[in-house]
């Protein structure tokens, strides 16, 4: 890291501390003031700032009335390019959308609202989430005047629960790229992540009254079909000769082997029935696998988890309640 750059970072790092420190979630519609904008040279910024100074400091010892007019122009260049970066951020309104659920391991996208009520055009405004341990991702929006974007951002989700959106970052460099102006927004989201689906689960579990061929236990043994992908699926129970002869080109998706066995009609996943030796994440995944193969079988399931006991069903409303009651079973 060169010299221009290591100052470039040093005061950028200081004045985040200072005027962007952060305030909290912040709910509703966020407007950017010019309190919150702040403006920094880039590498190339300082670079352009030294060869002014260098263009000044030969004009004067030269005596050239051509060398004095080149850099006040340029200059003026410079301080027109400080109005239109700042200006390009400044006065913009913020606001957080949807956010999709998801398992633990997978991506969560946040959907974020970009408010333009000015009749300038915005242009290569650019976001991404900051916070220790984030990929550093950027998505890019253009706002023409007096309309919205909508710019999705993704960021993994390692533990169940409630996950709150990071904080987001906002930038632009437009139109010269000598100067950076930036802000930080918290938006008021948070997106549920359900426990990981356990991988090779054993058979679904019968209910006692409706045992029909006394084995104990819905097998999984009887291929049945193929059916499409749904999230939670294993990927070993992809078919992938089926997959092969798909093409990606005219919509294809994947799918999965479809396994019958037992003469269930119904089941129940109960957790405290669950072997007493596996830890508590190991039993949600092993509900979480069960919920999203009875729900694949089309076989009603009843639910037992601590104070939450709902009747067998089908449906997305049931399925949601259940992985809702998995993904924030003890958490504070």
Same mark, same amino acid.
């Given at each position: 890291?060169?010299?221009?750059?290591?100052?470039?970072?040093?005061?950028?790092?200081?004045?985040?501390?200072?005027?962007? %420190?952060?305030?909290?979630?912040?709910?509703?519609?966020?407007?950017? @003031?010019?309190?919150?904008?702040?403006?920094?040279?880039?590498?190339?910024?300082?670079?352009?700032?030294?060869?002014?100074?260098?263009?000044?400091?030969?004009?004067?010892?030269?005596?050239?009335?051509?060398?004095?007019?080149?850099?006040?122009?340029?200059?003026?260049?410079?301080?027109?390019?400080?109005?239109?970066?700042?200006?390009?951020? &400044? @006065?913009?309104?913020?606001?957080?959308?949807?956010?999709?659920?998801?398992?633990?391991?997978?991506?969560?996208?946040?959907?974020?609202?970009?408010?333009?009520?000015?009749? @300038?055009?915005?242009?290569?405004?650019?976001?991404?989430?900051?916070?220790?341990?984030?990929?550093?991702?950027?998505? &890019?929006?253009?706002?023409?005047?007096?309309?919205?974007?909508?710019?999705?951002?993704?960021?993994?989700?390692?533990?169940?629960?409630?996950?709150?959106?990071?904080?987001?970052?906002?930038?632009?460099?437009?139109?010269?790229?000598?100067? %950076?102006?930036?802000?930080?927004? $918290?938006?008021?989201?948070?997106?549920?992540?359900?426990?990981?689906?356990?991988?090779?689960?054993?058979?679904?579990?019968?209910?006692?009254?409706?045992?029909?061929?006394?084995?104990?236990?819905?097998?999984?043994?009887?291929?049945?079909?193929?059916?499409?992908?749904?999230?939670?699926?294993?990927?070993?129970?992809?078919?992938?000769?089926?997959?092969?002869?798909?093409?990606?080109?005219?919509?294809?998706?994947?799918?999965?082997?479809?396994?019958?066995?037992? &003469?269930?009609?119904?089941?129940?996943?109960?957790?405290?029935?669950?072997?007493?030796?596996?830890?508590?994440?190991? %039993?949600?995944?092993?509900?979480?696998?069960?919920?999203?193969?009875?729900?694949? %079988?089309?076989?009603?399931?009843?639910? @037992?988890?601590?104070?939450?006991?709902?009747?067998?069903?089908?449906?997305?409303?049931?399925?949601?309640?259940?992985? $809702?009651?998995?993904?924030?079973?003890?958490?504070?």
């Amino acid at each position: 890291m060169n010299v221009f750059s290591k100052i470039e970072h040093a005061l950028r790092k200081r004045a985040s501390k200072w005027l962007f %420190r952060n305030r909290g979630t912040e709910p509703g519609e966020v407007f950017l @003031h010019q309190r919150r904008v702040f403006i920094m040279p880039t590498h190339p910024g300082l670079f352009f700032c030294v060869m002014l100074v260098a263009l000044f400091i030969g004009a004067v010892n030269y005596n050239l009335s051509l060398g004095f007019g080149f850099t006040f122009l340029i200059a003026a260049c410079a301080l027109i390019d400080m109005h239109l970066t700042f200006r390009n951020l &400044a @006065h913009l309104h913020l606001a957080a959308g949807r956010a999709t659920s998801v398992f633990a391991g997978e991506e969560v996208q946040f959907e974020l609202h970009l408010i333009n009520r000015r009749k @300038h055009d915005r242009y290569a405004i650019w976001l991404d989430f900051v916070g220790e341990g984030l990929p550093e991702v950027d998505q &890019a929006a253009d706002v023409p005047g007096n309309s919205t974007r909508s710019v999705t951002l993704s960021t993994p989700a390692r533990r169940r629960g409630w996950l709150t959106a990071p904080r987001v970052r906002l930038q632009t460099r437009f139109p010269l790229g000598l100067l %950076r102006a930036w802000s930080y927004w $918290q938006p008021d989201a948070r997106a549920l992540v359900y426990p990981r689906p356990e991988q090779d689960a054993p058979p679904l579990p019968l209910a006692e009254a409706e045992k029909k061929d006394g084995q104990g236990e819905a097998g999984q043994d009887d291929f049945a079909g193929i059916r499409g992908y749904q999230a939670g699926d294993s990927l070993k129970r992809l078919a992938w000769r089926q997959i092969a002869k798909l093409d990606a080109e005219m919509d294809g998706s994947l799918v999965t082997k479809y396994f019958e066995g037992g &003469a269930a009609s119904e089941i129940a996943l109960d957790f405290s029935l669950l072997p007493p030796g596996m830890d508590v994440e190991a %039993r949600l995944s092993r509900m979480t696998r069960w919920v999203i193969e009875a729900e694949a %079988r089309g076989v009603p399931y009843a639910f @037992h988890l601590g104070d939450t006991h709902l009747e067998p069903a089908l449906g997305p409303t049931h399925r949601e309640a259940c992985l $809702q009651a998995l993904a924030l079973y003890q958490t504070a």
